[in-house]
């Protein structure tokens, strides 16, 4: 608005005065040419008579709006074409006459409201001798009243486009500002834990696509808190179980007067109720240090040694429930991973072929370098996973057979570990049935380059 203003401000008054000057300019030389033609006309007379000039001014066309004097070098009017009420025959006492019978031209223009005004005077010389002036008056009211309504216009008109330039203004303003207060609105909404709020996604502008952004924004956060408060409960949950058996086992050695064997059980139990709840905060912590901590910069890896040491750290356990565990791996193969966060993949996985085995069963850690990954199998002849449960096992706390899963000490978190892991060493793992009846999960790693796997 004060741009229009200022624009407009600036076009009423400098674009009348330009005219006006112009249109003057243009007028002080259309009169003085006008006043050489006379002079022009009397170049071959030695000596101006009253008789001689009047007819040879009245033959010249092009005069009719003009007043026509001339005088002889002594200032007196030899000729006047207002005739009646004229100065002829009298001393003419003008300034422009008197400049011209100095020997100079003179021009002056006056610019008034309705009227433009012009005079010219020149001196007639006659063999290098001043025998005369021709002195010429011109009275403009057609350009003038132009100019006026001209002014009178472009005010109006500039009147007329301030009036729609606030009209839009205040219009785009409010529209606008309204607009963005229901953005506002909506943050603040956000803000106190509302992340239901949605914007209206009308439009193309920048405000729409904020809008838009915003609705993803509160969509994605509305998921994370669902995910959030799922997961605070589901770990509130894990703990309290084993909590409320600790309670109940102390409370019974407690209050009951139980034989010593009886005794010993109790506190036993209450033992592995203890180490459930530690393996259970450590893979807490675990998670917790997987969303928090950057990763860190990967190495190249040799697959062998690690899955030999998760091999030989879970053999008693798989003695215990008579499983074979078998590795076939080359000893070249390498990937680009943490050696710790690698361990800790195969870990779970061979941990859970165990615990998810059948008496006798076997387990299978297979890598094979193909031409542009490291695939790593680990396959069992246990009990397999239902196809519709296998999308959702790297879910946190999600287990399929709920009592047998409890009973084998796990609370769910294993997979969802080494899913998160292997996304952050680029990797990729996906569940199937295993060829034996069983379950497989295949991890693939993008190849490490030749040298690289040297090294
Ligand atoms: N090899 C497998 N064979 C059959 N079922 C499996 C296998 N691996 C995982 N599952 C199923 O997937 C569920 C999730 O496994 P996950 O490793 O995440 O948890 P968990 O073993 O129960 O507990 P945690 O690993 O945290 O101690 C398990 O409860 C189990 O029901
Ligand atoms: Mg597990």
Redesign the pocket.
Known sequence: MLITSAVLLFLNIYAPITIRKLTCTAQGSAVKDKARLIVSAFSSYEKLDGETVGPVVQSMSDLHNARVLVTDAGARCLYDSLGVGGVAGKLVFYPEVAEALEGNDAVHVRCEETLIISKASMPIVAYNRIIGAVYLLERNGNQAQLITSLQRNIFWLSVGLEIAVVIVSVLFALIFSRRMGKLFDSVRKMHGGDYSVRLPERGRDEVARLGVAFNELAQRLNQSEEVRKQFVSNASHELKTPLASIKLLSDSILQNDMDQGTMREFVSDIGSEADRLT?LSA?LLELTRLDTKPPETLSTVAVLPVADRVLRMLNPLARKQNIRLDLDCPADCAITATADDLYQILF?LVE??I??NVEGGRVLLLARTDPDLVRIDVE?T????PDIEKSR?FERF????KAR?RKA????????IVHDMVLRNRGSIEVSDGENG??RFRLCFPRVGGEEAQS
């Open positions: 393996r893979k779970n859970n072929g615990k998810y069992d246990g009990m397999g996973i096992i999600y287990r399929v057979d899963s000490g796990g609370a769910g978190l294993g997979l969802s069983g379950t």
